[in-house]
Structure formats: C-alpha cells, structure tokens
C-alpha cells in the first residue's frame, strides 16, 4: 500500500508538526508513505470564496500530483472533503475525470476505517475536547452528526480511546461552527469572532486542557481567540496525541 | 391567454428532468399502549385526557370540570348541560360569549395528541370562539400515528375539518409560553 | 471587506446581551427539534420521503396544479391565478372591493409579505389587521417579520410591554407576556368580530382533494375564516402534494422541525366556502416557474417554511433577520433572495460558514449550503464579488500553481510571522479584529521534508517490515 501524503497549504507553513506526527503514525503502521514534494493547495480557499475558476488548476495538478498512489491521506478533514466533493465537479469542467477523489481521506477516518487500528502505544494523561468540525462532521462522517436521528458514533473518540491516559470531552453544541469558514473568517469578522469565542467558551466549560480535532483550520482559528482573549486553554490536532508514543 | 394558461405553459416548458412519486410505505412508530401515549401527549401540550369510567356520568364529569362555565355550546345529542345549540344560530358573531363548547372527535393520533373534528355543525367557530374546549373521543379510535390518520380520515362531505391538539397558544413575546392565544383556554378530552 | 450584512451583523452583535438571548433563544429551538425528531426511529425515513415526494410535485407541477383547481372548483371554491405580485394583489383588492371590506383580518402568509400586500390593500383604503400575535406586534411597529415562524423574536417583552401601553392601553411596567398576550386575545377578538374578510396563507394544497391546510399554533386562521363569510388563501403554486397519504408525511416533519412541538395546535383543512359564504383561492407563481428551470436552485422549491435552517444557522443565530436584505433570512432566505434578484441581494450571500448545519435538519432535504456556494461561484458575473477576494483568490492560484514560488515562500514566510498564513495576508485587519494571528513554523512540512528531518520511529518501522 503506497499513500501519498497530503499536507495542505496551511498546514505546512504553520503545523509542520501535525504533517511530521502524520507521517509517523502512518509509518509506524507500516504504510509506505511518500510526499510529493511538488504539492500545494487544494484549492478550497478560493472556491468557498467564490472564485472556483482559479482552483481549477490546482485540482488538476493535485490530481496529477497523486495519481500514482494507492491512497492520499491528509491530516485535514476540510481540505480532503473538498478535494472528495468538489474535485471532481471542478475537473468535469475540463472534461477531466477526477482520479483522487474516491481515494482520499482525512487521517482519522483512514485510520479507522482503512487501516483498522485498534492499538497505539504512548499515554496523554490530560483531559481533551474533541472539535467536531463541520466539514469532518457532516461531509465526511466523521462523526454522527447532531441534526440526524442516526445511531451515535465518533471516529476521533474512537482513535483518542486507543490512547492511554487521554480523558475524552465534548463542548455542549457538539458540532456547531467554530466560525472559521475560510474567507468567511474575513468577510464576516463579527460574526466568526463571535462565533469562535462561544466556541472556546463551550470547549473550555467542559474543564479540558487541550481542545483536539482533525482540522487544524478550526484550531487556528479557536486558537486565534483565545490567545486575544488571553484564554487558559491548549490546542492540538489529533494525530499530535495518537502519535504521542511515537 | 389568461393567466391560468399562461403558468401552466410556463411550468410544463420548464420542467426539465421529472422525478418519480416514492412509495409511501414509511414504518412508522407504533405505541403499546396508545391512550396512555395520547395522554402524556396532551399533557405536554397544556391539554387533558380522562377516560369516563363505566360508573360516571358523561354531562357530570364534564360540569364538575368547567363548573364556572354557563353558557355552553354543543350540538350532541348526549349533552345535555347544552345551552346553546350551534346549528341553530343564524350568526357565528353571537357565539362570542361561548364559555365552553363540546364537539366530537372521530379519531385520536397518538404520536401527537391531535383528534380529527370534521365540521359536523353549521358554525364550525364553536370549536375556535369558546374559553374552554371539550372533545369526546371514543378511546378505540386512537391510532398511532398521522398516517393511520388519515388513511382513515373522513371529511363527510364537510366544509371543513381540523386536527386540534391542545389548547390555542403563541410564544410571540420572547419564546415564553402562553396557553390561550385566541382560541380555547383549556382542552379537556374525554375519552368515552 | 464587507457587505451590507456583515455591517449589519456588527450592529447587532455590539449589543451583546441581546445577541446572546437571541443565540441562546434560536438554539433552544433547535435543541427541541433535536428532541422531537430523535424521538421517532423514522425521521430520515421521513425526510427522505418528503423531499422525494417534493421533488415529484414540482416536477410534475402542471398536472397537480390542474388536478388541483379543478378538485378546488368542485369544492365550490373560486380559483384565481396570479403570474406575479401585482397581479396576485390586484385579484385580491378586486375580490375586496366587490364584496365592501371595509376590514379584513389576516392570518400569518409569507406569500403576502413577498407580494408586499398590505400596503397595496391600505393604500385603497382597507384596513387590514395582522392577528398572529407576532405580527400583530410588528405591525403595531410598523416593522417587518425577523424570523418566518417566530416574526417577533428579535424583541424583547419590554418593548412588547411599551407598545402596547401606547397602542393598547395596558398597564404601566407590566411586561408579562401572559398578561400582554391577554390583551392582545381581547384587542384582537374585536377585530375578528368586526371585520368583513379573513384572509390566510397555506402551508399546503392537496391535488387530490383541494384542501387548503393551514397550520396555527394560535388559532387565529380559524377564527378569522369562521366567523367571516368571505375567505381568501393566497397560495404559492409550489405549495401542492399530491393526496392525503403524502400530506400525513408533512404533517409530522412539519412543527418537528419548525418549533419542536409534535404537531401544530391546529391542522386545519378548508374545503369548501363556509355556508353561504365565499371561498377564494389566488394561486401564485412570482418566480416560481422560472425557479423550475434552474436545476442548480430547483430544490428551493420543496421549502415548506419551517424556518429550522434559521434556529440552527450559526450565522442566522448571531445576526438577527434584519441583517439580510431579502424578506426572508437564513440560509433559504440566502437562496430565495438570490432567485429573486442576484443584483440586489447578493450581500446575503456572505452570511454562510459552510457549515451544512442547515441541510441536515431541513425537513425535506434541501442542499442549502452547497447553493450558496454556488450563488458563491456566479457573484463575480453579477460584479457583484468582493474585489479584495478576487485579488486574493487570484494571487493564491498564481502561487499555488508555482510549487517552487510555494515552497520559496513558505521559506520566506517565518521571517514575517506578524503576517498570517500565505492566503489571507491581505485580510490582516479583518482577521486581527478579534483573534491573534497565527505564527508561521520556523520550518514548514516541505522544508524538513527535503532535509530528511521528517522520520518514522525507525525501529518499530522497522517492526513492521
């Protein structure tokens, strides 16, 4: 199995440390594991702006980038659902068949549901709140979601119980918007603000340490307000803690 | 071209892909004991069920509930505290000062509390205009659900017909709620 | 950076009390929806269910709406059709007119609001009384609904307690809404007993049979159309199911979703004209038709006016409904407003995380989030895309598409750590408004990368061989 590592944009100027603790998760499990040195955006920034046109090409180059893989693996819910949900349309209008999209995932529900894990080594003996992001919630399943009446499940609870130590929260508004939304962030600045600081509130309420998720984008954002705010309360991705023994 | 003509053209021109009818076989929640589901339903509401008990009688039980109302409107021929018969009024306005009115409900869904009351009266406001509200539901005729519903509905050529459950409310000022908007004050039904 | 709703959102959250109760308020809505719909075992059956049999409607709308006014004719009701707004009110004020109202009450209709109704028939000299309670009150106020089922929300009961002080003569100080909505039940009963007409919406028109369903809460459709012998329902033609069997399915996802009771207090069928009175029905299309052709905005036609995406939108929750441009707010309103008119209200358009809460709990499925999205991706067409994201959508894909710009700057980028990540450098003020910027790694993932510095745990690597 050869799995080409995605690490989006952001990711990689800001948390190369979750690209690091991805690959070595990935390692440690045996994978074959590359980086295509050549990768950039998915594109995402621009399309949810509006301009969908100028992600086009890097949906092309990005699926020329991992078309040689097995799998692409990325260690961000939002980047890989957009590439799995918009991919495709994007390329259809170059009359390009999208090859990535049915072989991406996001690192928690390729753990989980790919590589089955079912035991890490290592201890985080801290209380955690898991950030059910949007985009991980209700585009990739990550979870069940709060709005349907489906049998419960949590694929970041389910990976963060395989860690000894670890003590599993969830903020009240279980998977309610963080604000981040990309541009959305910019364009709509009360709001987000507004939306993130009610978000941290409920995160910190539950008497976490550390706020967790797959998408660093939601934590940047939440992390953003809580550092104005001066807030007593950490942040990390989830590949962080389960390649805490690593 | 009128206008009737003129959208349907419209709309027959713009349909472009047409999408098939579902078969509506939806499995839908059943109770155990339905009256007793019915019952905490209308409670939730700001309703109440009784069941009239073999020893009781219907004109008593309900007098000892409203035991302040006088005028009192029905068209049943079992309610005999009736002092007002709405088929014999030429004009709903005259209806106002209704107390209280009794009509029958034909069936009772379980799922919500609501009872079908066809319009078996000339003025159907009696349901609507008086402070208190009493509906007479024969305990076999709760079904589980709004599909049992009306699957088994009938209008009897009716003008109207309404599922009510509950008394009438609002929570228009600041979500708070408020029992008795404009229609009745209280549902009382009496489950026979 | 900003439209008309990010300003007026920016009001709105500065009183920050009031935004919290309104937040709160909205999701506690949403949490007894949450409650109802978990409650039975079939809720996306359900839902399921009712976005196909929707979807069905409308796409074989002209047989229903045959179906329909001929069932409705039979009935004995009289069956007029509106191609627009104007002409929607034109038909009602000439049914007024020849029957004398000097009043006519009327029951909740976002329909008539759309065909901004009122003012055409008061301006003829009808007087129209509003006798939901909320509308009543906004009415009072000269203002417009804020919410499509809960038009009122955005008030506080002071301010309900002020008004009807002045209007109604309660007492000084007493703002208890059981009190305040007693006076309104005697100011309002007048009204019913002295008007001439009733006019209602309709939540839904069954083909099969004709029959107008209304659904109240309050009771006031009912009273209206009891006791006065002239009836007119004003009816968009997206309204129709097919029969009863479909209706049932609506009738359970309908105040789930919408306020969290089981069902409305009051589910009323109108079917014929009252004994010796009128029943008029002005069916409607204002759009609606051309909407059936948009297969990217089609599905808006399934709406039925619950107003959930509203409760649960993170956005809606914050912002209040006047902070939309269109009548209608939240994310259908999103779409509805841009379906009327993508020039003038394209500022709503930013209102939208892309969080597809709403899409979830829409009872009939409607892919909300991905049309705003969508009206996204055509803003730029309209000129009507904010030029600051156009230049920063496009500097992005000129790097984006040079790996070796890309990398250079990621190299570049720690150097300048005041700045935030590559994409949103020009919004630096936006973003600093309420957060701290985010610090760039003294190595990014490509450059440790390409030192050799990203490594496994050799030896369990090595295990694992």
Redesign the interface.
């Known amino acids: 199995m050869k799995v080409g590592l995605f690490i989006p944009c952001y990711v990689n100027a800001v948390y190369p440390e979750v690209g690091v603790a991805s690959y070595k998760l990935l390692d440690y499990l045996g994978i074959d594991v590359d980086y295509p040195l050549e990768q950039t955006c998915c594109g995402q920034p621009m399309a949810n702006a509006g301009f969908e046109d100028k992600a086009i090409p890097l949906a092309a180059e990005f699926d020329r980038i991992f078309d040689n893989y097995d799998y692409v693996v990325g260690p961000s819910a939002s980047c890989v659902a957009f590439v799995r949900e918009h991919h495709p349309d994007l390329l259809k209008k170059e009359g390009h068949a999208c090859r990535t999209s049915g072989k991406i995932y996001d690192i928690c529900e390729f753990l989980h549901d790919i590589v089955k894990v079912d035991k890490l080594p290592g201890r985080f003996p801290h209380k955690v709140s898991i950030h059910n992001s949007c985009h991980g919630v209700r585009e990739l399943q990550l979870s069940a979601a709060s709005e349907l009446n489906i049998p419960r499940f949590s694929k970041i609870k389910d990976l963060l119980s395989l860690v000894e130590g670890v003590e599993i929260y969830e903020p009240d508004y279980v998977d309610e918007c963080c604000g981040f939304g990309g541009m959305f962030a910019i364009e709509e600045p009360s709001v987000s603000v507004c939306m993130g600081q009610d978000k941290v509130h409920n995160h910190i309420q539950t008497g976490a340490e550390y706020i967790t998720g797959a998408d660093s984008s939601c934590l940047m954002h939440m992390q953003g307000v809580a550092q104005r705010e001066k807030l007593p309360i950490k942040f990390i991705h989830v590949t962080q803690i389960l390649a805490s023994g690593l | 071209m009128?206008?009737?003509a003129?959208?349907?053209a419209?709309?027959?021109?713009?349909?472009?892909?047409?999408?098939?009818?579902?078969t509506?076989e939806?499995?839908?929640?059943q109770y155990a004991d339905k009256i007793a589901q019915f019952k905490s339903?209308l409670q939730t509401?700001g309703g109440e069920a009784i069941e009239l008990q073999p020893d009781e009688n219907l004109n008593e039980l309900i007098r000892a509930h409203f035991t302040e109302a006088k005028n009192i409107a029905s068209n049943l021929p079992e309610i005999s505290l009736a002092t007002i018969n709405p088929d014999e009024t030429a004009d709903?306005?005259s209806l106002?000062q209704i107390d209280l009115a009794i009509v029958r409900g034909e069936i009772g869904?379980a799922?919500?509390?609501?009872v079908w009351v066809p319009q078996l009266m000339?003025?159907?406001?009696i349901?609507?205009?008086a402070e208190y509200l009493v509906i007479l539901l024969n305990k076999q005729d709760i079904v589980n659900?709004?599909?049992e519903?009306?699957?088994q509905?009938n209008?009897h050529n009716?003008?109207?017909?309404?599922?009510?459950?509950?008394?009438?409310?609002?929570?228009?000022?600041?979500?708070?709620l408020?029992v008795?908007?404009?229609?009745?004050k209280g549902l009382l039904v009496v489950l026979v | 950076m900003s439209t008309k709703h990010t300003k007026a959102a920016d009001r709105f959250i500065a009183n920050k009390a009031q935004e919290t109760w309104h937040n709160q308020?909205l999701h506690?809505?949403r949490d007894k929806r949450d409650k109802v719909a978990m409650q039975?075992?079939?809720w996306e059956?359900?839902r399921d269910?009712a976005h196909?049999?929707k979807?069905?409607t409308i796409?074989?709308?002209?047989q229903y709406?045959?179906e329909f006014?001929t069932q409705a004719e039979a009935n004995g009701v009289r069956?007029?059709?509106?191609?627009d707004a104007e002409?929607h009110n034109r038909i009602v004020y000439t049914i007024l007119h020849s029957h004398h109202v000097k009043k006519l009450v009327k029951s909740k209709s976002m329909l008539t609001e759309e065909c901004h109704l009122n003012p055409y028939l008061i301006e003829r000299g009808i007087q129209v009384v509003e006798?939901?309670?909320?509308e009543r009150?906004l009415q009072l106020m000269d203002q417009a609904p804020s919410h499509i089922v809960?038009?009122?929300?955005h008030?506080?009961?002071q301010e309900?307690g002020k008004l009807f002080e002045e209007k109604l003569q309660t007492e000084k100080d007493n703002s208890d809404?059981?009190y305040?909505?007693?006076a309104?039940?005697a100011h309002?009963?007048e009204e019913?007993?002295t008007a001439d007409a009733a006019m209602t919406g309709a939540n839904f028109g069954v083909a099969a049979?004709g029959d107008i369903v209304v659904c109240t809460?309050?009771?006031?459709a009912?009273?209206g159309t009891?006791?006065s012998p002239l009836h007119i329902v004003s009816m968009g033609?997206e309204k129709l199911v097919?029969d009863?069997?479909?209706?049932?399915?609506f009738?359970?996802l309908l105040a789930r979703s919408a306020?969290g009771?089981?069902?409305?207090?009051?589910?009323?069928?109108?079917?014929?004209?009252?004994?010796g009175g009128e029943m008029h029905l002005v069916?409607v299309?204002n759009g609606r038709?051309?909407t059936?052709?948009n297969?990217e905005h089609i599905q808006t036609l399934k709406c039925i006016r619950c107003g959930a995406c509203m409760n649960t939108c993170p956005v809606y929750r914050r912002s209040g409904g006047y902070s939309y441009t269109y009548f209608i707010p939240g994310p259908i309103g999103i779409n509805l407003g841009m379906l009327r008119s993508p020039e003038e209200y394209s500022d709503n358009v930013s209102a939208c995380s892309l969080c597809y809460s709403c899409n979830n709990v829409c009872p009939v499925k409607i892919d909300l989030a991905d049309q705003i999205y969508r009206w996204r991706q055509k803003l730029d067409s309209f000129g009507k895309a904010d030029p600051m994201k156009k230049i920063m959508s496009v500097g992005m894909e000129f790097m984006f598409k040079r790996p070796t710009l890309f990398r250079a700057g990621l190299k570049m980028a720690p150097m300048l750590n005041y700045m935030p990540r590559p994409f949103v450098y020009n919004g630096l003020n936006d973003w600093g408004k309420g957060r701290e910027l985010p610090r760039f790694a003294s190595s990014s993932f490509a450059s440790l990368w390409q030192k050799g510095k990203v490594t496994g745990a050799k030896q369990k690597h090595t295990d694992h061989e």
């Open positions: 009128s206008s009737k003129e959208i349907i419209r709309v027959k021109q713009h349909i472009k892909e047409k999408h098939d009818m579902p509506i939806i499995n839908a929640i339903i509401t709903p306005h106002n869904v799922e919500n509390a609501c000339k003025e159907r406001v349901c609507f205009i659900n709004m599909h519903a009306y699957a509905l209008f009716a003008a109207f017909g309404v599922f009510i459950s509950g008394p009438s409310k609002t929570a228009d000022i600041e979500q708070a408020v008795g908007a404009h229609g009745a | 308020t506690f809505v039975l075992p079939e059956e359900l269910t196909q049999i979807m069905h796409t074989h709308l002209d709406l045959e006014s069956v007029h059709w509106a191609k002409e006798s939901d309670l909320g009150i809960m038009p009122a929300i008030l506080k009961r309900v809404p059981t305040l909505t007693r309104a039940r309002l009963r019913f007993l049979t809460n309050e009771g006031n009912d009273m009891s006791l033609m097919p009863l069997k479909s209706l049932a399915v009738t359970r306020t009771q089981p069902v409305t207090a009051y589910t009323s069928h109108y079917r014929k004209p009252r004994e069916i299309d038709s051309d059936l052709a297969s």
